[in-house]
């Protein structure tokens, strides 16, 4: 199947800091990439959604000047923590799907396991 | 998109048949039945969907009632690597967001 990876796999940053994630389709174009957060023992709960070449959307309660999302390119979106506290630490995941096709499955990165000390 | 119901819990002995089931009963006539799962600190993984047939695949099946109200997905031959939480997710056709509820922590016992 297709792949999403997301790196970094972990990162430990200081409070106050700003952490990029990045989130590539390795073999398929996606014009459109969700970006989630879960804290242990929740479920997924989606942030915003990535437009290619457009400014993102993002769910109501998520602030957009802290949780900063690029989507330069039809196989990358990047994901910025900015001014990173405590209670940002979490896990993020970002899922893609085929372009144009919303009927099929979305593919999932590994995850982000963020700890802001 | 309609919401599901799943049980926050299943336990299945290695070797048997999973069969987890998933209440959707506002289901509407375009939205289809999405099955993903995630493995502890891993990201979801997509498993099966349908939208009135069955479905099959090599991970596992997707039984589908007649009148679309619930499902089953079944693993026929769980193992330990199995054991994960499992999530039924009911989606229109052109919508390209997942909502993901609690879904089902499926235990594999040896």
């Known amino acids: 199947g297709a792949v999403v990876s997301q790196h970094p796999s972990w990162v430990i940053c200081k409070s106050g800091t700003s952490v990029k994630i990045e989130c590539r389709s390795l073999d398929f174009q996606a014009t459109t990439m969700f970006w989630y957060r879960q804290f242990p023992k929740q479920s997924l709960m989606l942030m915003a959604t990535?437009?290619?070449?457009?400014?993102?959307?993002?769910e109501q309660g998520v602030e957009k000047d802290k949780f900063l999302i690029n989507h330069a390119s039809l196989t990358l979106s990047t994901l910025t923590v900015t001014s990173a506290h405590p209670e940002d630490s979490s896990f993020y995941i970002c899922?893609?799907?085929?372009?144009?096709?919303?009927?099929?499955?979305?593919?999932f990165g590994q995850g982000t396991r963020l700890t802001v000390v | 998109d309609a919401k599901t119901t799943q049980p926050p819990s299943m336990d299945c002995a290695e070797g048997r048949a999973a069969n987890l089931p998933c209440n959707h009963s506002t289901i509407s006539g375009n939205e289809y039945v999405y099955w993903y799962r995630q493995i502890h600190s891993q990201g979801p993984q997509y498993i099966i969907h349908?939208?009135?047939n069955n479905e099959t695949n090599e991970m596992a099946s997707l039984i589908i009632t007649e009148d679309r109200k619930s499902s089953t997905l079944i693993l026929p031959h769980a193992t330990l690597r199995d054991t994960a939480v499992y999530y039924c997710?009911?989606?229109?056709?052109?919508?390209?967001?997942?909502?993901f509820g609690k879904g089902t922590k499926l235990s594999v016992i040896p």
């Open positions: 990535s437009n290619e070449g457009s400014k993102a959307t993002y």
């Open positions: 997710i009911v989606q229109r056709a052109g919508s390209y967001q997942l909502t």
């Open positions: 349908g939208l009135k």
């Open positions: 899922s893609a799907r085929f372009q144009r096709q919303a009927n099929t499955e979305a593919f």
